[in-house]
């Protein structure tokens, strides 16, 4: 079907291609070119920029003139939901402490499965919440708050 | 002889108490991420990255070259009893070894798999031992346009060798690369592409990379495929394969061992495409060739001796050249940087005993695994009974605790979550990750040489093209890219990929 190309895989990976190339070559003038003989820190990026943007844009057109497979519905509830549960935790590490900062990475990532029930996915989280502070900041003594500053630790 | 005073070398630095239990955990570890499914070698290398740093050099590469190819082995067990490949490279096994077990000779096809595994490994070290000191030799001799070429050809063979659309592979190299450069200029002192980060100073750390894009970018294309249904395991009665089953596994192992080792030491090949190959040669030209599908030994014997050969002989171009073929041997090139030792030729010389010592510990690694595997397949059926709901929050923790350990900084959890973020777009949008992963890690090395070379030819850049072993490395780059766009291999090498 012609007028579904700007669904299809190929055109999403040439327009991706196409803007981080041309992003990589337009920031690139900031840094000094140099010559062929004494490249300078611009002249390799620039380069490549420019060649992943050619590629980006050859992607597109080709596209354009014969579509390919389409991308299909993306999951985006579990793509946020394992990506929140990465962010919760990095913010909640010192804060709240490894062992609280892991039930919240478990449970928020539990959550995006099919088979999600409450009380599984709270026994595994106390569990992997409990093991890994004995394991990696009793025995291995990384340099982790078990609990946060938040909590008084 | 040379070899004997090394391998006399080897011995005696594997053998030591320690380094044995470093060999004994990695192959450990390794079979059992090869037996729980969605958890690849990649991810697991990447995590265990951290853990390895307190350990010396020796010890720490021999737990890591452990997982990678006790996950080779654990990967087949999956395969056999559950119809579910724990690694891409067993996705063959499934094939007659399901239908092994569905006949109720599970135990022999596990046995089948543990002695091709055993001898694919064994022949494999004493190849690493016999070409590997020769190859470093000439490499030594290689000059900054050397270097570029041969990191052009393995880029180039990893896209050719990469499933799906060329263009699309070259991309992500040149994506990789760009990713490569963010950080401090070695030559000039210029933060590129920093973006004011000041946590980016030392550039992206590849096991960032690593973890996000096959750690958690993986997870959500699991959870998207996730079925409800609880897997059914076979029942394992005889390991004992009987006089007729040795008579056909003999030649199927030796020559998916000479295929596994002789792909595996391409760029971009490994153990992946050494099965996908062995199986289909196999199928081509034995006897019982219309057996295939239906539970024949040799479709279980050659793919598993070849993915076995394959993943160990990867190790070559890795030790001798400094040149990671796979985004595990990118990621051990990167420990041993983290560890202060200089990946490429010089490693021979300067480092006998780490050298020699991984090589040796290979053999061992090995031999744990055949006495380990087969009295403890209890357990490993157990643990690929493991449900992913289960599995998949605690493989974040470890890659959360692992990425934050890195260097104490929320920073780099972040950027694991980006580039999961990244890992699962790429997925759906069919460009392999793998390409990127290695030219990331090639980038600031090519760029290196690149201008290394030019400031030698004053700025011509015919120098790649009138010294001859680099006239001959580009050669042989531009026939496999122009190899791989002709019509009649292309279709081939999509076939190689749709055996599944």
Known sequence: ?153 | MEIFAGLATGFHSALTPFNLLYCLIGVFIGTLIGVLPGLGPAATVAMLMPASFVLPPVSALIMLAGIYYGAQYGGSTTSILVNLPGEASSIVTTLDGYQMSLKGRAGVALATSAIGSFFAGSVCTLIIALFAPPLAKVALKFGAPEYFSLMVLGLVASVVLARGSLLKAIGMIVLGLLFGIIGTDVNSGTQRYTLGFKELMDGIGFVTVAMGMFGVGEIILNLEREGVADRIVSKITSLMPTREDWKRMVAPIIRGTALGSFLGVLPGGGALLASFAAYSVEKKISKHGSEFGTGAIEGVAAPESANNAGAQASFIPMLTLGIPTSPVMALMIGAMIIQGVQPGPSVMTDQPALFWGVIVSMWIGNLFLLVLNLPMIGLWVRLCLVPYHLLYPAILVFCGIGVFSLSNSEFDVHLMALFGIMGYIFGKLECEPAPMLLAMILGPMMEEHLRRAMLLSRGDPTIFLTRPISLGILLVAAVALVAALLPAIRAKREEAFKEE
Not at chain 1, 38 to 61: D, E, H, N, Q
């Open chain 1, 1 to 153: 079907m012609k007028a579904n190309w700007c669904r299809s895989k190929d055109f999403w990976s040439g327009a991706i291609f196409l803007g981080v190339g041309v992003a990589f070559a337009a920031y690139g003038r900031h840094y000094p070119m140099g010559t062929a003989m004494r490249m300078g820190p611009g002249y390799f990026p620039t380069l490549l920029g420019s060649l992943l943007a050619l590629i980006g844009l050859i992607l597109v057109i080709h596209t354009m003139l014969r579509p390919g497979p389409g991308v299909g519905r993306l999951a985006w509830g579990k793509l946020v939901l394992v990506t929140l549960s990465n962010v919760l935790f990095a913010l909640m590490l010192r804060r709240l402490g490894l062992a609280c900062a892991l039930v919240l990475l478990v449970l928020v990532s539990a959550y995006a499965s099919k088979r999600f029930r409450w009380p599984v996915a709270l026994a595994l989280a106390v569990g992997l919440a409990a093991g890994s502070s004995i394991i990696f900041v009793w025995l291995l003594g990384l340099p982790i708050p078990i609990r946060g500053t938040w909590l008084g630790g």
